[in-house]
């Protein structure tokens, strides 16, 4: 299993960003998928969240309305799309496999800052 996680960067407050999560060594349309995020000093939490057909999507309320989970299940590529950044939503942000036994990407950093 591997997921490996790109698009990070530093933005304005403001700004968009999209992450990429390719997968490979595993069948990803029979699998959720998820986001998260660990800022400095703090724990890891839940950001986003797509069911294996993409037909259910769920968010942190923090999140909610300015960040969008989508999947696309010929590339075995899961995205995040990041609009209306913030300085709080600096963090690594990994991509996560669902199931019973949880793999994790390597992390992207995103950093919001003017």
């Known amino acids: 299993v591997q997921l490996v996680e790109s698009g990070g960067g530093l933005v304005q407050p403001g700004g968009s960003l999209r992450l990429s999560c390719a997968a490979s060594?595993?069948?990803?349309?029979?699998?959720?998928m998820s986001w998260y995020r660990q800022a400095p000093g703090k724990g890891r939490e839940l950001v986003a969240a797509?069911?294996?057909?993409?037909?259910?999507?769920n968010y942190a309320d923090s999140v909610k309305g300015r960040f969008t989970i989508s999947r696309d299940n010929v590339k075995n590529t899961v995205y995040l799309q990041m609009s209306s950044l913030k300085p709080e939503d600096t963090a690594v942000y990994y991509c996560?496999?669902?199931?019973?036994?949880?793999?994790w990407g390597q992390g992207a950093q995103v950093t919001v800052s003017s």
């Open positions: 996560r496999r669902d199931g019973r036994v949880p793999y």
């Open positions: 060594g595993f069948t990803f349309r029979t699998y959720a």
């Open positions: 797509i069911t294996s057909t993409g037909g259910s999507t």
